[in-house]
Nanobody
Framework: QVQLVESGGGLVQAGGSLRLSCAAS????????MGWFRQAPGKEREFVGA????????YYADSVKGRFAVSRDNAKNTVYLQMNSLRPEDTAVYFC?????????????????WGKGTLVTVSS
């Protein structure tokens, strides 16, 4: 069983940056793809970005492409989400998830394991 714990959320002004971290414990982190999702108040959870197990491939939602970057350090069992040029519409709870790359980018939630999330608030 893999456990995921997100950190790094907080309050930031529009145009600012934050880096989220997701620490994994348990089996198989280095062989699983990892990703980030977010859920804004009153909205459905949506895909943000994903990274393959090796880190060689990444994939992003159009809404964050060019502003956000997913990376990972398998030696530290940690995946990161660097968020730049933040906008008020990026305000959400951000969740880390793991599983297959296909399940992450297709949003096959039942095939993924999840962290509990960290809140990011972007003020205008």
């Amino acid at each position: 069983q893999v456990q995921l714990v997100e950190s790094g959320g907080g309050l930031v002004q529009a145009g600012g940056s934050l880096r989220l971290s997701c620490a994994a414990s348990g089996r198989a982190f280095s062989t699983d793809a990892m990703g980030w999702f977010r859920q804004a108040p009153g909205k459905e959870r949506e895909f943000v970005g994903a990274i393959s197990w090796s880190g060689s491939s990444t994939y992003y939602a159009d809404s964050v492409k060019g502003r956000f970057a997913v990376s990972r350090d398998n030696a530290k069992n940690t995946v990161y989400l660097q968020m730049n040029s933040l906008r008020p519409e990026d305000t959400a709870v951000y969740f880390c998830a793991g599983g297959s790359f296909r399940a992450l980018i297709s949003g096959d939630y039942g095939m993924l394991y999840w962290g509990k999330g960290t809140l990011v608030t972007v003020s205008s």
